[in-house]
């Protein structure tokens, strides 16, 4: 099943045919079937053409992630307008600069949310319909803005065409079912939460809006809803296999975790076969801007360690060497994605979008250059070595912090690790949450790296700084180091 290239919309209205009364999506109130959320978007659709929202118009969301949204998105794709979804997490700083940014025509925080429901929710109620809108598949579907942890943040451009197309290759690879429930912890702010709605959808699976919910009562929640399909990130994994050991009970009927924003350490991943017998563990590398580059097939989950898997089919991934040829297999050089799903740049920020999306001299195939190193062995599959800002020299020699972090996360007792490079005065540190004494730490990294990779100074927190997405936060990491050295 295969709706890609499609409209955004219309994924939900094969859906609404082929499966009208399965679960589609599930709040903590209560749940729809693909009928019922088909309708509700079509109300949406109704208030926004009466609000004079029209074609091209942005409309920014700055809400929880639960059943409204999903219609909001939906009934915005419907419009023809652009949905951009902001984590209810960014500060208003870089809130001012998105708006500024995007120009949208409508706002929809909490307090202009409600006026606007029980609109919708009257349009529901009376079956209001409204003229569709002529949509085109090179439209803007959504606008997803980087966090702006360090800069202004910059909307990656989503059109129905490539987000449909990386949906529909993302689903020939993992496979949703109809009798998936998808447990989803991440917003839709965050392209893997937004995706997981599109991927639900192509598998007429449930998801399950699960953003909310609390820490302690996440394994009691998987298991009321059955949930078969678990998106994770490295900080995720842990929690779920820590709390895993403690509780006792039938796990939840998991088959599929799928990784990504970081590496998976491998005693997570055997913590997490063991609380759930017979899951796959599937590793995948990819960035917003083509949404995913490579998955591990889901059927050798537990093959070629280290690998982030194949490109995405019907896609391309090129390692190339600084002066911009192709590298051999087996060496490393900048990960650059060709195909189909490769956004079209960053809105309004043409300098930006030179820098990272480019033509190709000889074929005119747009690339995305990812500013991210690898390598590919001789099947194909890719391996990711680090992020520009990962790589760094000392004492000699070439490394990257990821290989300093996960010989950390190595050491039994250490819960997260994040590796700080050297600066012009601070030699290389490391951060980790422990309950061991840096010294120990230290100890037994000597015992793991070459003496050149073992960092000068370990600072131990009791919790680790992380973003809204669950990724180390590199910037605060930094900062409690040197504040530690002070």
């Not at 079937?33 to 949406?44: C, Q």
């Not at 001789?378 to 020699?397: H, Q």
């Not at 190595?410 to 949450?433: F, K, M, N």
Request: aromatic residues 6%; proline residues 7%.
């Amino acid at each position: 099943m295969n709706e890609s290239g499609s409209l955004v919309h219309a994924l939900l209205d094969a859906a609404a045919a082929s499966a009208p009364d399965a679960a589609a999506v599930r709040d903590r109130p209560g749940v729809w079937t693909y009928a019922e959320l088909a309708a509700w978007s079509h109300a949406v659709e109704a208030v926004l053409a009466r609000r004079g929202v029209g074609r091209g118009d942005r409309v920014v969301v700055q809400l929880p992630t639960d059943r409204a949204l999903v219609a909001l998105f939906h009934g915005t794709s419907r419009r023809g307008a652009v949905f951009v979804p902001i984590n209810p997490a960014m500060k208003q700083f870089h809130f001012d600069s998105v708006v500024e940014n995007a120009e949208p025509v409508l706002i929809l925080q909490p307090a202009e949310f409600a006026p606007l429901w029980t609109e919708v929710e009257e349009a529901y109620r009376d079956g209001t319909r409204t003229e569709p809108t002529e949509v085109d598949l090179d439209d803007v579907a959504v606008l997803v803005y980087t966090s702006g942890s360090t800069a202004a943040p910059k909307g990656v451009i989503g059109p129905h065409r490539q987000v449909t197309f990386a949906a529909g290759a993302i689903q020939a690879v993992l496979g949703y079912r109809q009798d998936d429930v998808v447990f989803c912890r991440f917003p839709m702010s965050w392209d893997y939460g937004l995706y997981k709605v599109l991927l639900s959808t192509l598998g007429r699976s449930e998801i399950v809006l699960a953003d909310a919910e609390s820490d302690l009562r996440l394994l009691q929640r998987m298991r009321e809803v059955g949930a078969t399909v678990v998106p994770i990130v490295p900080s995720l994994a842990t929690m779920i296999a820590t709390l895993a050991e403690r509780e006792s009970g039938e796990p939840a009927p998991v088959r599929l975790f799928t990784n990504t924003g970081a590496a998976l350490p491998d005693s997570t991943i055997e913590k997490l076969r063991n609380a759930f017998p017979g899951v796959r563990v599937v590793r995948q590398f990819g960035q917003t801007e083509c949404k995913r580059i490579t998955i591990m097939p889901p059927e050798e989950d537990a093959e070629r360690p280290g690998s982030s898997g194949l490109p995405l089919p019907g896609t391309t991934v090129h390692i190339l060497a600084a002066d911009g040829t192709p590298s051999p297999a087996g060496e490393i050089g900048e990960i650059v994605a060709a195909g189909p799903h490769v956004m079209p740049g960053y809105w309004r920020a043409p300098e930006l979008s030179a820098r990272a999306f480019r033509r190709d001299e000889a074929t005119g195939e747009l690339r995305l250059h990812t500013g991210d190193y690898g390598r590919l062995d001789e099947d194909g599959y890719l391996y990711f070595e680090g992020r520009r800002d990962d790589m760094f020299k000392r004492k000699g020699i070439r490394m990257s912090t990821l290989e300093i972090e996960a010989a950390a996360m190595d050491i039994p007792g250490v819960r997260a690790a994040g590796a700080i490079p050297p600066s012009e005065t601070r030699d290389l540190a490391i951060c980790v949450e422990s309950d061991l004494p840096p010294t120990t730490v230290l100890k037994e990294l000597a015992q793991r790296l070459e003496p050149q990779k073992v960092p000068a100074l370990c600072h131990v927190v009791d919790e680790f700084p992380l973003t809204a997405h669950g990724k180390n936060a590199t910037k605060e990491l930094a900062l409690l180091v040197e504040g530690a050295r002070k």
